[in-house]
C-alpha cells in the first residue's frame, strides 16, 4: 500500500510538472504579432514578390506574364504630425507600373498607413472625370492584430456636385467606409519553407446614390461595390502575399468600369533585425 501511495504521489507531481512547463512553454515567434513590420527596423531590408494580374473571376489570369516587384525600406519623411517609413515599389522584370511609394509608422503591434494608399483601391484616378470621392489626408489603423474587427474611417457624402460641362449634373448622397477584419492564421510556403502567416482583410464599401440633372431632369442612378485587399504577415518577416481583387461596377455617365486586382506573393526576402 506504501509502494501504491508512493507511486500515485510521483505520477501527482510530474503532472504537476509537466503542465507547469507547458503553461510557461516559449511561443513560436511565428504565432506572435509584434514585428509583422520588420521594414522599420533597418534600412536594406527588401522583399522581391511575383506579381500577377486578377481576372474578372479574381483568378490568375494567365494569359498576362506575371511581374517582379522589388520592396524595400527607403527612409523616413515627416507626414502629418508623425516620421512616415517610405515602403517603395521597384518593378524589376515585367511591363505596366508598380505600386506608388506607401507610408507607414507602427505603435507597438499596430501598423498605420497614409490616406494615400486609398487611391490602389479605387481606380477614381484612371477615369475620364474627377470624383470629389476621396478621404481627407490622415492616417488610417490599418492592421490591427489584437483585435478581430476594426473601423478604420468612414466618409458621408450630403449632395456632393460634380459638373460635366455641356453635360449634366450629378448630385451624391451615400457613405464610403473602410474597416478591417483579422482572419486568423493560414500555413504560407516561401523558398521551400512552411510559415504560420496571419492574415488580415480591409474592405471598401461604396454606396453611392447618384442623381443626374440633364436639362432639369433628374436621373437616378447608383454607384456600388466592395473592394478587398487581403495580406498575409509573418512575424519577424513582415508581408508575404498581397491580393487585391477585381471589381467591376457602373458610374452614371462613364459606363461600366472594371478595375483589376492582383496577386503577389514573396518569393525572397533578406531582413535585418535591429541589434
Not at 507511486?7 to 509583422?36: G, H, Q, R
Not at 483568378?59 to 516620421?83: L, M, Y
Not at 487611391?119 to 476621396?134: A, C, Q, R, V
Amino acid at each position: 500500500m506504501r509502494k501504491f501511495y508512493h507511486n500515485l504521489f510521483f505520477m501527482f507531481f510530474i503532472s504537476i510538472f509537466i503542465f507547469s512547463c507547458s503553461d510557461n512553454a516559449v511561443l513560436d515567434e511565428e504565432d506572435k504579432t509584434d514585428n509583422l513590420f520588420p521594414l522599420f527596423s533597418e534600412p536594406g531590408n527588401y522583399w522581391i514578390f511575383e506579381h500577377f494580374t486578377i481576372d474578372t473571376n479574381n483568378k490568375i489570369d494567365a494569359s498576362i506574364p506575371p511581374a517582379i516587384d522589388s520592396v524595400f525600406f527607403a527612409g523616413t519623411e515627416p507626414r502629418i504630425n508623425r516620421q512616415a517609413y517610405i515602403y517603395r515599389y521597384k518593378r524589376i522584370q515585367g511591363t505596366g507600373t508598380p505600386l506608388a511609394d506607401q507610408y507607414f509608422y507602427r505603435e507597438g503591434n499596430k501598423i498605420y498607413a497614409h490616406s494615400d494608399i486609398i487611391m490602389n483601391f479605387t481606380g477614381f484616378d484612371k477615369l475620364p472625370i474627377d470624383l470629389p470621392i476621396k478621404f481627407d489626408e490622415q492616417w488610417f489603423l490599418w492592421i490591427n492584430p489584437s483585435a478581430s474587427k476594426w473601423e478604420i474611417a468612414e466618409k458621408t457624402l450630403t449632395n456632393d456636385t460634380i459638373v460635366i460641362p455641356n453635360q449634366a449634373i450629378l448630385k451624391l448622397n451615400g457613405k464610403i467606409t473602410l474597416s478591417g477584419q483579422s482572419l486568423g492564421k493560414e500555413t504560407i510556403k516561401i523558398k521551400d519553407k512552411n510559415h504560420k502567416a496571419h492574415k488580415f482583410t480591409i474592405s471598401l464599401v461604396f454606396d453611392i446614390k447618384v442623381d443626374i440633372i440633364i436639362e432639369n431632369q433628374k436621373i437616378p442612378g447608383t454607384i456600388k461595390f466592395t473592394r478587398n485587399i487581403h495580406y498575409w504577415y509573418v512575424n519577424k518577416i513582415g508581408c508575404v502575399r498581397q491580393l487585391l481583387t477585381t471589381v467591376k461596377y457602373n458610374i452614371p455617365l462613364v459606363g461600366s468600369q472594371t478595375f483589376y486586382g492582383y496577386d503577389a506573393t514573396l518569393i525572397d526576402y533578406s531582413v535585418l533585425m535591429p541589434l
